[in-house]
């Protein structure tokens, strides 16, 4: 019979919470009450693709790219690699030299790559021109390993401005590797390698979708 020692895996749900009553206006999740024909409840919803947490596909970057449905589910999980900047200054523009000293011996082809602004004075600031910042070059080093996802949180930049974040996303969607954005609660990450899922929800043509994540890691 399959089973889990649960004793020795804690389960950590990274997902970021989206709130109905308190959302920013860009990211609107409106909520109208309704009923379906026997007079259960049902909601109604009016949002878009890139609210809450949220996995990435080609199709948010090319007309007629790849949507969420078609890749194979294990490209949704698999062994991750904690990518943590504990100094934002001294990741202010994120350098292949920096992630060769940060993970380059441990990311193998086919992960995913989870990243975390641990700098607590760096968050606190809110100042995202402050945050550790991915740069085109790092999208590269991380295409020459072969990654099949790159994950962040609030705290860390695709890109020091917008030209900057589509060429990121050009080297690594060119390459079928996807994003999942907004995640949270990274802290609560305690190994540097662990498994990660994050299953989208499956809609024809869209180009990103909403997502639970969670990270299983030794305890």
């Known amino acids: 019979m399959f089973s889990i020692d649960t004793a020795k895996y ?8 989206v709130d109905p009553d308190n959302y920013p206006p860009d990211r609107p999740f409106e909520l109208e009450l309704g009923y379906l024909a026997d007079r ?4 109604d919803v009016r949002t878009h693709s890139h609210v809450g947490t949220h996995i990435e596909a080609p199709a948010h970057f090319y007309e007629g790219g790849r949507d969420i449905t078609s890749y194979p589910l294990d490209a949704f999980y698999g062994r991750a690699v904690l990518l943590d900047f504990a100094d934002a200054s001294e990741a202010a523009q994120i350098s292949p030299k920096l992630l060769d000293r940060l993970i380059g011996d441990k990311v193998q082809p086919g992960d995913i790559i989870i990243c975390r602004n641990s700098d607590a004075a760096s968050k606190a600031a ?6 550790p910042t991915l740069t085109p070059e790092a999208a590269r080093w991380f295409a020459d390993k072969g990654i099949k996802m790159l994950g962040i949180d609030n705290f860390v930049r695709l890109g020091k401005d917008i030209p900057d974040g589509r060429e990121l996303h050009d080297v690594l969607m060119s390459r079928g590797v996807t994003f999942i954005e907004w995640l949270d609660n990274l802290d609560a990450i305690s ?20 997502c639970r994540a969670i990270v299983i890691e030794e305890r």
Do not use: E, H, Q, T
């Open 40 to 43: 259960a409840f049902k909601y």
């Open 126 to 131: 809110g100042i995202p021109s402050g945050y």
């Open 191 to 210: 190994r540097p390698v662990f498994f990660f899922m994050a299953l989208p929800f499956k809609v024809r043509k869209m180009d990103s979708s909403w």
């Open 10 to 17: 804690r389960v950590i749900d990274i997902s970021y919470l």
